[in-house]
Nanobody, 124 residues
Framework: QVQLVESGGGLVQAGGSLRLSCAAS????????MGWFRQAPGKERAFAAT????????HYEDSVKGRFTISRDNAKNTVYLQMNSLKPEDTAGYYC?????????????????WGQGTQVTVSS
């Protein structure tokens, strides 16, 4: 089992940037696909980005394409989400999650492990 801890959230003005980090512990991290999800108040948790176990393949939800970049450093057991050109509608709790690589990546139900989340607030 992989344990995940997110950091890097905060308050930023529209147009600004933040980089989220997700530190993982556990021997299976390098074999897991990793994803970032976000959840705004009153809304369901939604897929934002994912990266394959080896870091070669990435996929993004349409509204973040071109603004967010997911990456991972398997030597450091860490996944990152670089968020640029932030908008007020990006305000949400952001969650890191891990899944076996053979599972579809957009559904939160396909992820086995989750971090506690980090809050991102974008002011207009």
């Amino acid at each position: 089992q992989v344990q995940l801890v997110e950091s890097g959230g905060g308050l930023v003005q529209a147009g600004g940037s933040l980089r989220l980090s997700c530190a993982a512990s556990g021997r299976t991290f390098n074999s897991y696909g990793m994803g970032w999800f976000r959840q705004a108040p009153g809304k369901e948790r939604a897929f934002a980005a994912t990266i394959s176990a080896g870091g070669i393949s990435t996929h993004y939800e349409d509204s973040v394409k071109g603004r967010f970049t997911i990456s991972r450093d398997n030597a450091k057991n860490t996944v990152y989400l670089q968020m640029n050109s932030l908008k007020p509608e990006d305000t949400a709790g952001y969650y890191c999650a891990g899944r076996p690589t053979d599972r579809e990546w957009t559904s939160p139900y396909n992820y086995d492990c989750w971090g506690q989340g980090t809050q991102v607030t974008v002011s207009s």
